[in-house]
C-alpha cells in the first residue's frame, strides 16, 4: 500500500512539473510577441494579384461581426418585420449572400438585427438588410431620448472592389482592402479618420526589411532565424487633436504578407511584409494591402534607419518617420 501511495504522490508530482512547464512556455512566448513590437513600456506593442488577400481565408470570409447597440440606416432591400433569424450570423450571411457576384456592387451592404428576445420584444429576430449610398460612410439612426437603449446589432459588408482605402505616403499609396466584417470597431474607427479628412500626426516610424529570412513571397526560408530584421512597417493612426479610445480585440488569423493590424488596443499598427505563423493569432488584423502595392512598403523599408532596443529586442527606426494619410480611391479597384 506504501508503494502504491509513493507511485501516486510520484505520478501528481510529475504532472504538476509538465503543466508549470507549459504555463511558463507560453508566458515567454506572449512576452517575446509584446516586447517584438512595443516602442517603450508606455506603448502597447512591437503576391501577385491572384492570390486572395491576407486575412480572407480563417478571417476575412468567414466573419460575421457586428457591432452593438447601433443602428444602421439605409434603404432597405428586406424589410425585417417578414424577415426573421434566430441569431445575428445568420443576419449577416443572408447579406453576404446578396453580395457575391463579381458582375457589380453588393445588393446588400448592411445588415442590422435585433437579438435580445426580452429588450426586442415583437422585433426579436428581425434581420433588416440594406444599401448604403456611401458604404465609406454608413448613416446612422439618430439616437433616441436620453436613457432609451438602442437594441440592435448592425454590420457592415464590402464586396469585390468595395471597402478600399488609401493610406497615402510620398513614396506611393498603399491601397488597403478594409474588413468590417471580422474587425468591425477597428473599421468604424478607420472611416472615423477618414471623414476627418487629414490624419496630423499619422506616420510610419519603424521600418524593417525582410532580410534573409524570407523570400519575396512572404515564406520563411528554412532555417533561417525569425529575425531581426522582423519584415514589418510599423506606425500610428491616431489624428493629433482627437481623443483616441482603445479599441477591443477582434479577429487575430495568422498574420500573413499585407497584413494589417493593430498592436494591442491600437493606435499603433504594422503591415506585415511577410507570413508570420510564428506570431500565432496576437494581433487584429482590419485590413490588407492589395498585391499590387506591396512595393510601396518594401521601398519603406529600406529608407535610412537607426538602430535601438525595445524591451531588450533589436530593432531598426526610421531616421526620419514617413508621414502618412487617409483618403478615397477615386474609381473602383479590384481586389
Excluded at 268 to 283: M, R
Aim: aromatic share 10%.
Amino acid at each position: 500500500m506504501g508503494r502504491k501511495n509513493d507511485e501516486k504522490s510520484s505520478i501528481l508530482y510529475n504532472r504538476l512539473i509538465l503543466l508549470s512547464v507549459f504555463f511558463a512556455s507560453c508566458g515567454f512566448v506572449y512576452f517575446f510577441l509584446s516586447a517584438l513590437l512595443t516602442k517603450n513600456s508606455s506603448v502597447s506593442l512591437f503576391e501577385s494579384s491572384s492570390l486572395p488577400l491576407a486575412g480572407e481565408d480563417g478571417g476575412g470570409g468567414g466573419c460575421c461581426r457586428g457591432i452593438e447597440n447601433l443602428e444602421l440606416w439605409g434603404a432597405a432591400v428586406k424589410w425585417g418585420s417578414d424577415f426573421k433569424f434566430n441569431s445575428s450570423q445568420d443576419c449577416c450571411n443572408a447579406c453576404k449572400s446578396m453580395c457575391t457576384g463579381n458582375d457589380g456592387p453588393c445588393l446588400c451592404d448592411t445588415w442590422v438585427f435585433c437579438g435580445n428576445r426580452e429588450a426586442c420584444g415583437s422585433k426579436f429576430g428581425e434581420c433588416w438588410l440594406k444599401k448604403q449610398k456611401d458604404s465609406l460612410a454608413p448613416e446612422k439612426q439618430d439616437a433616441g431620448p436620453p436613457g432609451e437603449e438602442n437594441n440592435w446589432t448592425s454590420g457592415l459588408i464590402f464586396g469585390k472592389g468595395e471597402g478600399i482605402i488609401a493610406l497615402k505616403t510620398e513614396f506611393g499609396t498603399l491601397h488597403i482592402k478594409l474588413f468590417p466584417d471580422c474587425a468591425p470597431h477597428s473599421v468604424a474607427y478607420i472611416l472615423e479618420l477618414l471623414a476627418l479628412r487629414h490624419c496630423a500626426g499619422c506616420n510610419f516610424y519603424r521600418a524593417e526589411s525582410r532580410g534573409e529570412s524570407w523570400d519575396s513571397e512572404g515564406n520563411h526560408i528554412k532555417n533561417a532565424p525569425f529575425g531581426p530584421p522582423y519584415a514589418l512597417i510599423q506606425g500610428t493612426l491616431e489624428a493629433q487633436g482627437t481623443a483616441f479610445k482603445k479599441l477591443p480585440v477582434e479577429d487575430c488569423p495568422t498574420i500573413r504578407r499585407g497584413s494589417v493590424a493593430w498592436i494591442g488596443s491600437g493606435p499603433e499598427f504594422f503591415i506585415s511584409l511577410a507570413n508570420h505563423a510564428e506570431w500565432k493569432h496576437e494581433y487584429t488584423v482590419f485590413g490588407s494591402v492589395l498585391p499590387e502595392d506591396l512595393h510601396v512598403a518594401e521601398k519603406i523599408a529600406t529608407l535610412p534607419t537607426a538602430s535601438d532596443v525595445w524591451n531588450n529586442i533589436n530593432v531598426t527606426v526610421l531616421e526620419r518617420p514617413v508621414p502618412l494619410s487617409l483618403g478615397r480611391i477615386k474609381k473602383s479597384r479590384e481586389d
